[in-house]
């Protein structure tokens, strides 16, 4: 599932990023999750843990071009 959402992506943040914006979609298609979504009960947002720092950077992410 990882491979798919990162392709062939080399920077390793950018991948992360790819990687939790899929996961995101993923968890949206959930039968469960989406009627929540719809209704506007639940909004599902991609978050990034920082090892190094330990802080937490939440998405939509500016995408460099």
Do not use: M
Not at 7 to 13: A, L, R, W
Not at 14 to 25: K, Q
Not at 33 to 47: M, R, T, V
């Amino acid at each position: 599932i990882i491979k798919t959402a990162v392709g062939d992506e080399k920077d390793p943040e950018r991948a992360a990023v790819l990687n939790a914006e899929n996961a995101v979609e993923s968890l949206k298609c959930h039968t469960g999750l989406s009627s929540l979504i719809k209704e506007g009960k639940l909004e599902i947002i991609p978050a990034l843990y920082h090892t190094r720092s330990g802080r937490v950077s939440f998405g939509p992410w500016k995408q460099e071009e």
